[in-house]
């Protein structure tokens, strides 16, 4: 199979085989040509708060794992006393690190059950040109109670202001009557074919991406409704 | 009923009110004070002196010279009627004063409808016309106490959407072209304001994931609301949160259920657009914010839709 045909099949997979607990993933993916919430845009040299977070519904256990960080060219700034921290995560490889997420080959996994319904993690970085990330994350789900959420935000360097939300709530597949939410995650794959061809028109990128883990596809935000997003 | 202007002028400031006798039409029933010297007891007479009336004053012995009795005028014709008041006193000393007296027609005016029609607060009211028979048209029609908030009255029409519930006392008055005046004393009953229906069945929610806001410290969450139905959705279209977890409370309500039980629960009103009409099929967009006290705990609730009605 060559390798446009995976990246579309892959794209497809991601949202029609995701099943009950399976993990699905996504990339988030921030440039220069970012509109942020202030109608600012994504600046180099600015100092912003990124922050991860993974909230449950109090029914069931979910996971985040992040990875793949990637400052475009910026500055990760280490650890502060002053950081919101909150809930269960793991940060590797070196928990101890005062670099945090921006460590090398840094994971931060987030974990929500019914006990502890907030897992959130931030730190400070400086901006490059881009900002990306990848999250895996299971999507464990009881009909009838709102979905796990993943979020992730970014804030001004003073933690005053939000500048961007992306929010992905983790649905299992086979739900009784999927809303849009749900949908976006099953329309993922489809949009990324679409995406895929308007990239290769030469389009604009679009401010807000989410792309697949090196299996998935880069889909643009025109054409798939990130969940919950804010931009 | 008619009333006589009330200035009736005499030769010795003697005052003499009329009105009219419900019991038998046409009949003026008449007080008349005469004055006298103190300890006197007087009888007074009364001759027309101008006008065609059979007169009988009953009862005219004044006492003390302070209050003449009723007496009847029978069968007195409008217009002007003068009387010459003899009052004479036991021990013999007499007065006397010439009363003028205007007998006005009785006023035949009939206003309809008999009784205002019940209103609810905050729902369109009437229109209520007003209807006038009798007399001599053209008729004024006004009130003669301000209208409950709400509502307004436009030559015979009474119309509005009154805010608030209650039993509002409106004493209507009409006036013809010849000067008489009818008066109907209406209450309007305003109830209080139609609750809405609970219609969870045909909307559904669909309850999207929390995100806490770290600059604000609150929580929000994103509720799709979709007409599942066959049959538009009049609105307002309301979130009600029954059961909400004690951890959480709702931060950007509406206000509280005060009307569709359970009572006293946060609800936010949903925009469903400019017609107020959520159409099968269509959704509306509730966006929640939430203090969470424990961010360990979980926020939940119970979502209940309500619409058609106003919850407070």
């Known amino acids: 199979m060559n390798r446009r045909l995976r990246r579309m099949l892959s794209g497809l997979l991601l949202g029609v085989l995701s099943t009950a607990g399976a993990p699905a993933a996504v990339v988030v993916s921030l440039d220069t040509s970012t509109t942020l919430l202030d ?52 940060l590797g490889p070196n928990a101890a690190s005062d670099a945090g997420v921006w460590q090398s080959s840094a994971t931060l996994d987030l974990l929500v059950n019914p006990l502890d319904s907030l897992s959130l993690y931030s730190q400070r970085f400086v901006a490059g040109t881009a900002f990306e990330f990848l999250v895996d994350f299971t999507t464990n789900q009881l009909a009838g109670f709102p979905p796990d959420a993943f979020t992730f935000q970014l804030y001004d360097g003073e933690l005053e202001t939000l500048l961007y939300e992306v929010s992905l709530d983790l649905l299992s597949a086979g739900e009784p009557i999927p809303e849009p939410s749900a949908w976006s995650l099953v329309l993922l794959g489809a949009a990324g074919l679409a995406a895929q061809f308007r990239r290769r028109r030469g389009r604009p990128k679009s401010p807000c991406t989410l792309k697949g883990a090196p299996r998935y596809e880069r889909i643009s935000r025109t054409t798939l409704p990130c969940t919950s997003v804010s931009r | 009923m008619c009333r006589d202007p009330g200035d009736l002028p005499s030769i010795r400031a003697r005052t003499l009110t009329l009105s009219p006798n419900s019991s038998t039409p046409g009949l003026l029933l008449a007080t008349a004070s005469v004055s006298s010297q103190p300890g006197s007891a007087l009888t007074a007479t009364v001759a027309p002196l101008q006008g065609s009336p059979p007169v009988q004053f009953n009862n005219v012995r004044v006492d003390n010279g302070q209050v003449l009795g ?243």
């Open chain 1, 39 to 90: 109608l600012s845009l994504f600046t180099p040299g600015a100092t912003y708060y990124a922050a991860w977070q993974l909230t449950g519904s109090g029914q069931v256990n979910n996971t985040a794992s992040v990875s793949a960080f990637d400052l475009g060219g910026g500055t990760g700034l280490d650890r502060d006393a002053g950081d919101p921290l909150f809930g269960i995560f793991t």
């Open chain 2, 70 to 312: 009723d007496a009847a005028v029978g069968g007195a014709s409008p217009g002007d009627h003068y009387f010459q008041l003899t009052a004479a006193a036991s021990i013999g000393a007499s007065t006397s004063a010439l009363l003028r007296v205007f007998v006005r027609n009785v006023c035949p005016l009939t206003v309809t409808p008999a009784a205002l029609p019940q209103a609810t607060a905050q729902a369109p009211y009437g229109p209520v016309t007003f209807g006038v028979s009798g007399g001599t048209p053209p008729y004024e029609i006004e009130f003669d106490t301000a209208l409950p908030p709400g509502l307004a009255l436009t030559r015979r029409t009474l119309a509005g959407v009154p805010t608030a519930a209650g039993a509002f006392p409106l004493p209507l008055v009409v006036r013809d072209a010849g000067g008489c005046a009818a008066r109907a004393d209406y209450t309007l009953q305003v109830a209080g304001p139609a609750c809405a229906a609970k219609v969870t069945p045909q909307i559904q929610a669909g309850l999207g994931g929390f995100r806490r806001n770290l600059a604000t410290g609150r929580w929000s969450q994103t509720v799709t609301l979709r007409n599942q139905g066959p049959g538009a959705l009049a609105g307002p279209v309301a979130l009600v949160l029954d059961n909400l977890s004690a951890n959480a409370a709702l931060f950007n309500l509406s206000g509280l259920t005060a009307c569709a039980a359970p009572l006293g629960r946060p609800f936010l009103v949903v925009p469903v657009g400019s017609d107020e009409v959520l159409s099968p099929g269509e959704t509306a967009t509730a966006n929640l914010e939430f203090v969470n006290s424990q961010p360990a705990a979980a926020i939940t609730y119970t979502p209940r839709v309500l619409a058609g009605g106003t919850l407070r």
